[in-house]
């Protein structure tokens, strides 16, 4: 089953994948949706009753930042632990992993 559509990858019985991008500084903000850019950094976030990922992305000559929340905290740690080693990947191609 590919990464974008696994039931897991969802907070709240909502899908995750992708995230939205919030412009973190470069050439220009373009607003970019949807699985667009380059994975740079992951990383853990813990917000009080959720667990998830941030991730930021080059595109464009600028970062982006997405947040992915999860309600399976054990999911949550081995898709942290994929995307560690997917970094410089796009994230159209991670996206479709099978997982």
């Keep these: 089953m590919e990464l974008r559509t696994h039931p897991f990858m969802s907070y709240r019985g ?8 919030v412009w973190l500084g470069g050439k ?19 917000l009080l009753s959720s667990d998830g990922l941030t991730l ?3 595109y464009n000559e600028s970062a982006y930042m997405g ?3 999860f309600d399976d ?13 997917l970094r410089d990947r796009p994230i159209a191609e991670i996206g479709s992993l099978d997982i």
Excluded: A, M, Q
């Design 14 to 21: 909502r899908p995750n994948w992708p995230p939205r991008w």
């Design 73 to 85: 905290f054990g999911f949550c740690r081995k898709i942290h632990d994929l995307l560690k080693t």
């Design 56 to 58: 930021v992305i080059e």
């Design 28 to 46: 220009k903000n373009e607003r970019p949706t949807g699985e667009v850019g380059v994975l740079k950094e992951v990383s853990r976030y813990s």
């Design 67 to 69: 947040l992915l929340l």
